[in-house]
Every structure is written in C-alpha cells, then in structure tokens.
C-alpha cells in the first residue's frame, strides 16, 4: 500500500513560485509513475504532469516550461516546481501514482489529499 501526502502549497502573488512536494510511504513508490492533478472551484479536475520512474516527464500544454516535474526517489518524493503563477493556476492540487502512467484521476491506483494554491492578481 502506497500513502501519498503532498505539501508546499499557499498563498503566492502573480509571477511568484512556489514548490509542491508528494511525499509517499511504501518501498514500491520508485517504481510508480507519478502525477499531478489540479481543480479550480467550480472546474473539472485536470491533469498538469507526469513523471515516469526513470524521470521521463510530459506535462499540460498549459503548464509547460512553467511547472517542472521531477523525483528523488531516495526520498520517495515527487516536486511540481510552479513558477510564474497566475491567478488562473489556483487550484487544490493533488498528486497520484501508478504502475503505468495516468493522465486520468481515477485510473491512478493511489491518491493523495491535495493542497491549496492560491495566487492573487
């Protein structure tokens, strides 16, 4: 069983950064894809990146050269560097993993709890 705890969010000005972390218990997490899913109020939920095991990454057209996605699987974590925020990008966002990679919430095996961004104009 893979339990996945993501943190780093807050509240950021328009073009600031800020850093998500998905921290993960379980020895399996290094061989998991990896994923972030956002959801604004009153939107659907949407997939931002992907991170394979080896650290094949491919993100949303919306976030690319924004919003970085890497791993240090020694650390069983996962990062979403998030720079030049807008306030479009506020959203509770929220990690996920897999055996194979997912860009759809449901089909992840495991799903963490998400973390409030939220960027003032």
């Known amino acids: 069983q893979v339990q996945l705890v993501e943190s780093g969010g807050g509240f950021v000005q328009a073009g600031g950064s800020l850093r998500l972390s998905c921290a993960a218990s379980?020895?399996?997490?290094?061989?998991?894809?990896v994923s972030w899913f956002r959801q604004a109020p009153g939107k659907e939920r949407e997939f931002v990146a992907t991170?394979?095991?080896?650290?094949?990454?491919y993100a949303a057209d919306f976030v690319k050269g924004r919003f970085p996605i890497s791993r240090e699987n020694a650390k069983n974590t996962v990062y979403l560097q998030m720079n030049s925020l807008k306030p479009e990008d506020t959203a509770i966002y929220y990690c996920?993993?897999?055996?194979?990679?997912?860009?759809?919430?449901?089909?992840?095996?495991?799903w963490g709890q998400g973390t409030q961004v939220t960027v003032s104009s």
């Open positions: 379980g020895r399996t997490f290094g061989s998991l894809h």
């Open positions: 991170i394979s095991p080896r650290g094949t990454t």
């Open positions: 996920a993993a897999a055996r194979y990679s997912r860009t759809n919430w449901n089909d992840n095996d495991y």
